[in-house]
Structure formats: C-alpha cells, structure tokens
C-alpha cells in the first residue's frame, strides 16, 4: 500500500473512488453536499501535483439500468464550483469507449466525473471483467469512499486487484477515516466511553460486545435503552421496546459486570402521552413511566450523570441519538450529550462522532469542529466497530 500524501500524481491518470450517494431535489438541486466536500482535498492534491482525477461513483439505487434521475451529470456543475473552477468533464458512461476516449483526452489539472456505476448490475455483483475494464482507465486507483468500505463491489474492492501495490491507495478521507477508527479500537486511551443510541437494540447487539472488550464505560440512550429497563423489570409504558431481544439485553449487562465494564442507562426520561411535537410531556423516573406514556428524550438527571462521565473520558466514541431529536421538545439530550463530547474534546480528548443521526445531531448543534473527528461511513463505521473486516479497507492493504 502507498502512502497517498508522499505520493508525486504529476502527468499521472488517478482513478478514484469517491461517494458522491448526495440527496437530490426534483430540480435535481443538491440538498447536502457533505459528501462531496469530505473529498476535496484528495482530488485538490492531485491535481496541484500536475496529475488529473478519473472519477467514480454511484447514486441512489437505480434498478433498470441508466436513468436520468440517478445520473451524476447532476453533480457536474456543483463538482466545478467546489473545485473554484477546475475543469470538470463528464463521461456518460463508465465503461467503454467513450469513457476511454474521455481519460486518453484529460490535460494535468482537469477532472473527469464517470456517469453512475450502479447502472450496472456488475457492480454491485463485484464482477471481475466489471472492474478490470474500470481499472483500464487510470495509472493508480484511489479509494477515498469510506462509506461503501463494507461493500465487496466492483469499484470498491475487486479492482484492486488490478494494481500493484504501489500504485493502490487510500485517499485523505478514508486515510483519516481509518486512522481515527483504528485509534479508538485498538489504541483508546482510558477512561474510555461508548456512547450508543438509537431505537434497536438488535441493531447495535454487535457493536456493544465488541466494546465489552475495549470500553471502560457504555452510555446507552434513546429508544433501545427501554428495552434494557424493562428487561431489568422496569415499567416502560408506551415507549419503544424489542421485547425478543430482553434476554439479550439481561445478558449483555451481566457479560458487562463480568469484564468490569459500566453500563449506564438514563435514570430519567422526558415522556410524553403521543409521539408528536404537540405532545404533553413530563419528567418521570425511566423505570416508572406510566401506561400510555413513551420515553422520547433523556431526562436532566441522566443528563448530569452522563455528562459527568464524558467530562471524564479521554477516548469518546458516539453512535446514535439520546432521543428524538428531530422535535425540539426531545432535542435536549441530544444536545446535551453533544456539548458535553464537544467541551471534553476541548480539554484533550479524542472524540470519534458516526452513524447517520449522530452526525446529523452535531451538525444541527453547529458542532461538528468541536469534535475530534466525523465520520463519513454510516454503515461501514458500525461494521468496523463490529469487529469485521471491510472489503475496501482489506483490498488496499493486501
């Protein structure tokens, strides 16, 4: 594997696999585009260095082959823009002449953007002749998509195969994606917190005894940690509850007991008697809410308690929302959870924020500079945090 940084693209064609998967308006406007800025500065790099970038992707789940909806000729216009002018061409394919023709034609400094790999079926399948006739169209191959590391694709991991090792790379994204990972599973300085939310437990079942080996506290919240009190006998109304994963949570806190690890689930709940932004709500002990009443928030008691041990901690993992966040009157353990990663990151420790809602939470606060490192990946970051190898990352490495 080569070093991206310390790597020289002059007069070099880098195929690079990006995750531009943005949300799109039916203007085809871009309504987030965090995806594409997180990987600037790979393609900034190559280009300042006199090479030229070759880039691919997918968008959304197209099922019949090419349509107009999921084309990323979309992207090309905003790709320029963010690029302050760089010339961005774009194929409209990904294999195939005219993308050959394409590359061949690309000048030290310009971009080429490939029209959407899923409008083959190839891809997703981790075809073979698939990502051999990709890995055609460039010198090197750059994975900078943390996001689809989980995935064995054509583009993500079976083309790797099709480069020497020093001629494959990691991009600056998915460098610092794994370097901060890695940091947290395997080198965390202690105390160490994994903060966990969310509504299932069965989601998160893996993740929680993979940091049973590594975590000195587990903070649990948002819907799944109903599931726990009522498995400890709790009486938890209306709110959210597995009641097929009670077992699984009894033993979870007793292999938690067992390796010296302390679960911490919310003393006190914000409830309310609906699930709405109207809804009245109260402040009860969240083993005593009462019938036709749900735990949408934690309460300020349980705000206080894990604030205290954030304060604490010197390696902060968090994955997953305290409550309903997205309604106002449920957004304060959020929130609060939020600034308490925020201000233990500001005296030193090492915060790693991911999972779709977690990092929509410290976006929403403005918080996102104030932690350690954002993740990207989804979905790749709870596998990793699973313990299991990703396609994309392995591939590299090999």
């Known amino acids: 594997m080569t070093n991206f940084s310390a790597f020289n693209f002059n007069g070099v064609k880098a195929l690079v696999r990006v995750d531009f998967n943005v949300p799109l308006d039916d203007q085809f406007n871009i309504t987030d585009d965090t995806r594409m800025t997180s990987t600037l500065p790979t393609i900034r790099k190559i280009l300042a260095d006199g090479g030229n970038a070759i880039l691919m992707s997918h968008l959304g789940r197209p ?3 090419p349509t107009d909806k999921y084309s990323l000729k979309h992207l090309v216009k905003h790709l320029q823009e963010l690029l302050g002018g760089a010339k961005v061409y774009f194929a409209d394919d990904c294999i195939g002449q005219s993308a050959i023709d394409a590359a061949k034609k690309l000048q030290p400094g310009e971009v080429l953007l490939l029209e959407n790999l899923r409008f083959y079926k190839e891809e997703e399948k981790g075809d073979k002749g698939f990502a051999e006739k990709l890995s055609k169209l460039g010198d090197v191959y750059v994975n900078d998509a943390f996001g689809t590391a989980h995935r064995a694709h054509a583009s993500t991991a079976i083309i790797a195969d099709y480069f020497d090792p020093a001629k494959k790379m990691f991009g600056l994204l998915m460098e610092g994606e794994v370097i901060s990972a890695e940091k947290v599973l395997h080198a965390a300085e202690k105390p160490f917190v994994a903060i966990i939310g969310g509504a299932k437990v069965s989601d998160k079942i893996l993740i929680i005894e993979n940091l049973l080996e590594r975590a000195t506290d587990i903070i649990i919240g948002g819907g799944m940690a109903y599931t726990f009190l009522k498995a400890r006998g709790g009486q938890i109304g209306n709110s959210l509850c597995e009641d097929d994963r009670l077992d699984t949570a009894l ?11 302390s679960i911490h ?6 409830i309310a008697d609906k699930f709405a932004a109207d809804a009245n709500t109260e402040v009860r002990p969240s083993d005593a809410i009462p019938a036709g009443w749900m735990g949408l928030d934690i309460g300020p008691k349980a705000v206080g308690i894990f604030s205290e041990i954030i304060n604490k901690s010197r390696t902060i993992l968090w994955n997953g929302p305290m409550g309903v966040f997205e309604m106002e009157k449920f957004q ?3 929130k609060s959870i939020a600034l308490a990663v925020a201000e233990s990151t500001s005296k030193g420790a090492f915060s790693l924020v991911g999972g779709g809602d977690s990092v929509a939470a410290v976006n929403k606060f403005h918080l996102a500079d104030k932690v ?3 993740s990207t990946g989804g979905g790749a970051m ?3 945090f699973e313990g299991k190898v990703l396609p994309g990352i392995a591939a590299i490495k090999a």
């Open 382 to 384: 709870l596998e990793y």
């Open 251 to 261: 033993d979870i806190l007793k292999k938690a007991t067992q390796k010296g690890v």
């Open 265 to 270: 689930l919310p003393e006190d709940s914000v």
């Open 63 to 65: 099922k019949d082959g």
């Open 372 to 374: 350690s490192y954002v």
């Open 332 to 334: 304060n353990g959020t």
